[in-house]
């Protein structure tokens, strides 16, 4: 099934946006290698607002911190221990201009912080008795201004709206297969990571209007792909920790290329979470490849 339009035609209605570049070559079938999104590889699980902040999520310190780029000033949330603890493993933080959304995976739910760090409301949780969420994945805010969570467990998706509280509940009847990532393309549409190995894209009814990817390792095909993220243009990013690489789709499902990443020094890395930065750079959180002879060294955090 493919009823979107490639990401070629979708560029021409978008002619006053530049093309990506990059440093970094790829293989497969593209045009130019230049065209594949720019990255930057370390250790750090980030997010990025729009207002020049860097977030990081530290599981195992329960902590989730907030820097502006420039002076390094910033807030932490979260950094006590025991079962009363404010945060129980952020595993991850997405950004938005004013809301900050930690998964919070020892709770099942996710923290929603205003962007000075204030706790706002949770979302879902495993003894919630309104619209649970009983094992969720990575959120992603949407267009419409909700935002979007997936329950592996349940085998759905949850549209929560911060302001009036309410819930939908999108997919429940399309036989996803634990879904644990979200992000939205430049059309508005969903496209979700399935514990297959396989993106099912929907529009904001939940229907489903294409599908991509899979597991095996033919072109296209992927071995177990844990994050996804869209640009701007159209260029759709998944890290496969498994194979150590990025593959690139046109946000049609149409397949573009595969390539390995490595962090700053040059060591093999195995890519695990995706985040876009403001200036357009994918920012890749990856661990050390040592079965390729790397050398485990963390990047210094924010605070």
């Not at 493919?2 to 035609?9: A, E, I, K, V």
């Not at 930690?102 to 962007?115: F, G, I, T």
Request: with cysteine; aromatic share 6%; proline share 7%.
């Amino acid at each position: 099934m493919n009823t979107l339009p490639s990401r070629r035609q979708f560029l021409r209605t978008l002619a006053s946006v530049p093309l990506v570049a990059t440093g970094v070559a790829g293989c497969g079938g593209i045009d130019s290698a230049s065209e594949l999104p720019k990255v930057a590889v370390d250790t750090r699980r980030l997010a990025f607002s729009s207002l020049g902040t860097v977030i990081e999520a530290l599981p195992n310190d329960n902590l989730v911190v907030q820097a502006d780029s420039a002076t390094r000033k910033g807030w932490q949330y979260g950094g006590d221990f025991g079962q009363d603890a404010v945060l129980l493993t952020p595993w991850a933080v997405i950004a938005t201009e004013t809301r900050r959304f930690v998964l919070e995976s020892a709770r099942q739910r996710v923290v929603v912080l205003d962007a000075n760090g204030q706790l706002l409301r949770t979302l879902g949780g495993r003894d919630a008795l309104l619209h649970p969420l009983r094992y969720p994945g990575i959120p992603a805010p949407g267009p419409d201004g909700l935002v979007y969570v997936p329950d592996r467990n349940l085998g759905l998706i949850r549209a929560f709206d911060i302001t009036s509280q309410t819930v939908r509940t999108l997919a429940q009847d399309a036989g996803l297969v634990a879904p644990y990532a979200l992000a939205f393309d430049p059309a508005g549409r969903l496209h979700v990571l399935e514990s297959s190995s396989q993106v099912v894209i929907l529009d904001l009814s939940g229907r489903e209007v294409g599908r991509y990817g899979g597991r095996g390792t033919q072109p296209g095909q992927m071995a177990m792909p844990t994050s996804i993220a869209i640009d701007s243009q159209g260029w759709v990013t998944l890290a496969d920790p498994v194979m150590a690489a990025l593959h690139h789709f046109e946000f049609n499902g149409s397949f573009v290329a595969s390539r390995r990443v490595a962090h700053a020094a040059g060591e093999p890395a195995k890519p695990l979470m995706l985040a876009l930065r403001t200036d357009g750079i994918l920012h890749v959180h990856a661990s050390f490849d040592t079965s390729a002879g790397a050398v485990h060294r963390p990047y210094p955090h924010l605070l």
